[in-house]
């Protein structure tokens, strides 16, 4: 059965680092595009960023261009969001998902084409 997990969600300050890891059974990530999308309490689920299969090309959205970078471990059939440098509008619960795409910059992400969403992580950004 075909499943992503997220983890690594957590409470961090602002200016703060976390490492969200979306992990696959069933399915080996580094054949398919992997998403990340996330949703703040009283709004819509927002498009973060994708990775891309061989090559690693990516995407993001302009609010967290140059602070999230993207990764996979193919050994650990994970792959990772490093947010860095997060901000008060951060907090949401962040989502990974498999794509029916490609990924690129040029792009842009649309939630209609991923499927098999991993049941989310909570990030909270305080002081």
């Known amino acids: 059965q075909l499943q992503l997990v997220e983890s690594g969600g957590g409470l961090v300050q602002p200016g703060g680092s976390l490492r969200l890891s979306c992990t696959g059974s069933?399915?080996?990530?580094?054949?398919?595009?992997v998403g990340w999308f996330r949703q703040a309490p009283g709004k819509e689920r927002e498009a973060v960023s994708c990775l891309g299969t061989s090559g690693g090309r990516t995407n993001f959205a302009d609010s967290v261009k140059g602070r999230f970078t993207l990764s996979r471990d193919n050994a650990k059939n994970t792959v990772y969001l490093q947010m860095d440098m997060l901000k008060p509008d951060d907090p949401a619960v962040y989502y990974c998902a498999r794509g029916s795409t490609f990924c690129d910059a040029s792009v842009p992400i649309r939630q209609i084409q991923y499927d098999h969403w991993g049941q989310g992580t909570q990030v909270t950004v305080s002081s």
């Open positions: 069933g399915v080996l990530l580094d054949r398919h595009v």
